[in-house]
């Protein structure tokens, strides 16, 4: 059961991302201190998986199985962080997390939703491209103290229109040419380990 972070209690929420966090990202992990900060930050989106028999009202950091979250700055969408327990890994989590985080950046206007992903976390980066994001570039020595590289990912929520286009198509009128959606829609059922930083 996906619940956003209006419904859930904000002492479950931080006290269930700290743990998880540890968890999943050890040295990499965020502080409590830096939990509440992203979670109290103007205009973030969290999103968390639990166990489908909890009432929200009843939910205890145990019972959250994973997380994920972006900063929205108007144009796009940023994930921030996405994490799923290493006992509750390839069940489908992370997606149904990435398709409630992305459905509701489009509902918000977004452009396109980026992030960043450590170059050898191949699981992340195959559910990545199986939604569709694309590789724009690559931030260098990204995460420390390994100093590994980051590649930065894209998806467009948008249609990009490359060169010109007809009067008749920007119209709607039929021209007999083919026309191509560029959304970046996808319906996945992923089975990747999960955890993404």
């Known amino acids: ?3 956003s972070l209006d419904e859930l209690d904000r002492e479950t929420a931080v006290a269930a991302v700290r743990a998880l966090e540890v968890e999943l990202f050890g040295s990499h992990a965020w502080s409590e201190t830096s939990i509440r900060q992203e979670l109290d930050a103007p205009a973030r989106t969290y999103v968390f998986d639990i166990a489908d028999d909890h009432a929200a009202a009843t939910i205890q950091p145990d019972d ?3 997380f994920a979250g972006y900063w929205y700055d108007g144009d796009d969408a940023e994930i921030m962080d996405v ?4 006992a509750h890994q390839r069940q489908g989590i992370a ?5 409630w985080l992305i459905d509701r950046a489009r509902s918000q ?4 939703v980026l992030l960043e992903v450590r170059v050898d976390n191949e699981p992340a980066i195959a559910l990545y491209r199986r939604f ?5 570039g690559l931030r260098k020595r990204y995460y420390q103290p390994e100093g590994i590289d980051a590649h930065v990912m894209a998806l467009d929520l948008e249609p990009h229109i ?4 007809s009067a008749a198509s920007a119209t709607g009128e039929s021209t007999g040419e083919p026309t191509g959606n560029a959304t970046g829609d996808a319906t996945i059922n992923a089975t990747s380990n999960e955890e993404t930083k």
Not at 132 to 136: E, P
Not at 162 to 165: A, D, E, S, T, Y
């Open 95 to 99: 997606a149904a997390m990435m398709t």
């Open 132 to 136: 569709g994001f694309a590789n724009i």
């Open 64 to 66: 959250v199985r994973g």
């Open 109 to 112: 206007g977004a452009r396109r």
């Open 162 to 165: 490359v060169g010109f286009q």
């Open 83 to 86: 994490g799923v327990g290493k």
């Open 1 to 3: 059961m996906l619940v």
